[in-house]
């Protein structure tokens, strides 16, 4: 398959690359990282209504621009490779993409709109303590009392879930396992009975948090489609999420790549730079087969996402566990080639090795897809 990026979506990139070297540098994303929203409010402001990228794959009849993932994928990989800190991620790729699978219509008309104006900040409160990405990650609880459902639990590695204005909540009826009784919930971050509290991590780039989930009692309204029924949605919307991070971490292995070379021809020993040594001659040509094959495979994702091909969930977990491993490969060969001053905060390649390492196992590590790549296979 030849796949190139035709004219409007070539502008799409190159817009977004001009944007992001102006307010998305590594000074600026320095900067914002040491606060406690991890992102700025006026240059989200500006990406909401200036540029409209929340918008991008939001049906028009809510808001949106009606574009497609291969238009999203175009944009996330020049964001990965800025390291743009702001709620995109969470607020589209997660919380959107639950609404648009799995909400009704009344739930869309509501929340969508705001999200594609960028005005409202959503998120996906998924996984909890036990470390898992599939369904058995799923162990709050939601009871029926009269109308209404009551939610508890704990939701940990929320990404903005300190921020979020509006949470995407996965609950399970009592006394149900793996992908049965599993439900989805929109809730309003401000409810009463939710507790919401900032992680610090390795990663400073991505905040994320704990949500406490004390009797939260919501209406019949907030139910996401079918009682029990919410794994179909949630699972396509994880999906969709692995296929995004993909382009994110495919942008960031492009970067090290950049720096990487820029760096070996400035850096001087022995008399001569050091990118005219065949060991850093082999490590670069290594890391840019990395980049492009990782590019390929997260082009592919996006493409199957776009046209809701019957393989996405195969193709998403396959450029998930290969852009993870081609990300923290790049970030790590370009912190060896750096030296020690790589691993200093005024050299970019650190803030990369970090969002690598934390990509790698968010959604999921390349084990974890392998074996379901492995099991669409068989």
Not at 23 to 49: L, N, P, Q
Not at 143 to 169: E, I, M, N, Q, Y
Request: proline residues 3%; glycine residues 10%; negative net charge.
């Amino acid at each position: 398959m030849k796949f190139e990026f035709n004219e409007e979506q070539q502008a799409l990139r190159d817009s977004a690359s001009s944007f992001l070297k102006d307010h998305s540098s590594g000074d600026h994303v320095r900067k914002v990282m040491e606060s406690e929203t991890g992102y700025d409010a006026d240059v989200w402001r500006r990406i909401g209504t200036e540029l409209g990228w929340p918008a991008v794959i939001i049906p028009e009849e809510y808001g949106g621009l009606g574009l497609t993932y291969v238009e999203l994928v175009a944009l996330l990989e020049e964001m990965g490779g800025a390291l743009l800190c702001s709620p995109f991620f969470s607020s589209v790729c997660l919380a959107g993409n639950a609404l648009i699978v799995g909400g009704t219509e009344e739930q869309k008309l509501e929340h969508l709109p705001g999200i594609a104006a960028g005005e409202t900040t959503a998120t996906l409160a998924y996984t909890e303590e036990n470390g898992r990405w599939d369904a058995g990650a799923v162990e709050a609880v939601a009871k029926r009392d009269g109308s209404d459902f009551v939610l508890s639990g704990t939701k940990t590695f929320v990404p903005d879930g300190h921020t979020a204005d509006l949470l995407v909540v996965a609950a399970r009826s009592e006394g149900s396992e793996g992908e049965e009784g599993i439900s989805l919930f929109v809730v309003p971050a401000d409810s009463d009975g939710i507790e919401r509290r900032w992680l610090p991590t390795m990663d400073q780039t991505r905040k994320q948090a704990e949500v406490k989930l004390g009797d939260v009692r919501v209406p019949a309204a907030a139910l996401m489609g079918e009682e029990g029924g919410g794994w179909v949605a949630l699972s396509r919307t994880l999906d969709l999420a692995a296929v995004a991070l993909s382009a994110e971490q495919i942008g960031g292995a492009n970067k090290c790549l950049d720096l990487t070379v820029e760096y070996a021809k400035d850096r001087i020993q022995f008399g001569r730079p050091i990118g005219s040594f065949q060991s850093i001659k082999h490590k670069c040509a290594d890391m840019l087969l990395k980049v492009e094959s990782g590019r390929s495979a997260s082009y592919y994702a996006g493409w199957a996402a776009s046209v809701d091909d019957a393989e996405l969930p195969a193709t998403a977990s396959l450029a998930k566990a290969y852009c993870s491993d081609a990300y923290f490969k790049c970030a790590s060969e370009a912190l060896q080639i750096h030296g020690g001053v790589g691993f200093t905060w005024e050299y970019d390649i650190h803030m990369h090795f970090k969002r690598a390492k934390a990509t790698e196992t968010f959604l999921g590590n390349a084990a974890y897809h392998r074996e379901r790549v492995a099991g669409h296979i068989l």
